[in-house]
């Protein structure tokens, strides 16, 4: 990422329907990337349609990624809920950079609150000219891991 932009510069949108990206334009396989880490206690206390549209959020989100950039996308009215709650869903994409997520994280709790759902995948993806067209895997470093008994 070459820079942040400020809350001040980030785009707030007023719901699903007026997004610039039609839902499901964004790359595939997100969700699962969002979810397979997550606690299930976490995941299940929201319904599959709404961590379906947070995941079309997201994915909207990635879709419009450039390297070297970052996309901060604040939908106030996200059509995502909680026990009846409505939520604000917050998605902040940039390339890989070491404790930027907890710098972010430390910024959203000061200002609004501790969140109640928080997912932090890192990709491998594959550009084309308009942004991210396809996530090709997760960018962790892959150890192998054996455990034996001594």
Do not use: W
Not at 63 to 82: C, F, L, N, P, Y
């Amino acid at each position: 990422m070459g820079s942040l932009k400020s809350a001040a510069g980030a785009r707030k949108t007023a719901g699903p329907e007026k997004t610039a990206t039609k839902a499901g334009s964004g790359p595939r396989g997100l969700a699962e990337h969002l979810l397979g880490l997550a606690a299930a206690e976490d995941v299940a206390a929201y319904d599959a349609a709404a961590l379906r549209l947070a995941a079309e959020l997201a994915e909207r989100a990635v879709a419009r990624h450039r390297k070297g950039e970052s996309v901060i996308a604040i939908d106030t009215d996200s059509g995502v809920s909680r026990q009846g709650r409505p939520l604000t869903v917050i998605t902040v994409v940039n390339d890989n950079m070491p404790f930027l997520f907890d710098s972010i994280l430390g910024e959203i709790t000061e200002t609004a609150g501790e969140p109640s759902f928080v997912t932090h995948p890192v990709l491998a993806v594959q550009r084309n000219k308009a942004g991210v067209a396809e996530i090709l895997d997760d960018g962790m470093v892959k150890c192998p891991h054996t455990a034996a008994d001594r």
